[in-house]
């Protein structure tokens, strides 16, 4: 159980990052949701975590923005005491072919997907290491590991992520705090939801489980890696995509 502990999580408001937060409640953590752009949708977040019974608190911020992070870090650690769970799930797309993406699309996917993950670990990891505890789970993607056509710039973020994983849970190690990622594969969420049906259907077929994985398949790795059952694990990446990437 993780009663006491507190969860930063990025992306909150919606799909893995709503999922994740709700399992985490659930199993007693204090959640520090961070969101950027949709109000409503951290506010019905908010809603949902009232009722699991634990202190949940909303920060609006870009990780992207290195000096936001690190004012985003100490007002979650001054409002709960501690942060000893870190989950950089935020993350976005601007899709496109290689030979048409535009500097400002492959930079935007970036500075947020892999520079975001960085900002806040360069904030909270000092305060882990005084503590001498700490999860960090980065959602990555089989799409760092496989590549996709038409998101060269969101699978080079992800393939970072899983760089910087893999670093950073050396670097880290030896003060008890594990570093680990989660690729999912094709998840129902809104990203999903945009594309259209017949190109959902098709790709549906190539996953050996026969189906697109539920925000709630890929929270329950994230407690999993959130928790003591999982102190011996560091520098992994475990894929949540139904066999998609064998």
Avoid: W
Wanted: proline letters at 2%; charged letters at 20%; aromatic letters at 6%.
């Amino acid at each position: 159980m993780l009663n006491g502990k507190t969860a930063l999580i990025t992306g909150f408001s919606r799909g893995i990052g709503r999922a994740a937060s709700l399992e985490l409640a659930a199993r007693g953590a204090n959640i520090a949701g961070v969101y950027f752009g949709n109000d409503a949708a951290a506010e019905e977040t908010l809603a949902l975590l009232a009722k699991a019974g634990v202190k949940a608190i909303s920060y609006k911020a870009d990780v992207s923005d290195f000096a936001a992070c690190e004012a985003l870090a100490k007002q979650a650690i001054q409002d709960f005491g501690s942060v000893e769970i870190l989950v950089n799930n935020a993350g976005m797309t601007k899709d496109g072919l290689c030979m048409r993406m535009s500097d400002s699309d492959f930079s935007r996917v970036i500075d947020v997907d892999l520079k975001g993950a960085f900002n806040m670990i360069r904030h909270l990891s000092g305060h882990m290491l005084r503590r001498r505890e700490g999860r960090i789970i980065n959602i990555a993607s089989v799409a760092g590991m496989m590549g996709n056509a038409g998101q060269a710039n969101y699978s080079a973020a992800k393939a970072g992520l899983i760089g910087l994983t893999k670093t950073v849970a050396r670097e880290l190690g030896s003060r008890g705090i594990t570093v680990n990622a989660v690729a999912p594969g094709l998840v129902k969420t809104d990203m999903t939801a945009s594309l259209p049906q017949e190109k959902l259907a098709e790709f549906v077929k190539t996953i050996p489980l026969g189906r697109m994985a539920e925000p709630e398949d890929v929270a329950k790795t994230i407690a999993f890696l959130a928790d003591e059952d999982s102190a011996y694990i560091t520098g992994q990446v475990i894929k949540v995509d139904g066999g998609l990437y064998i």
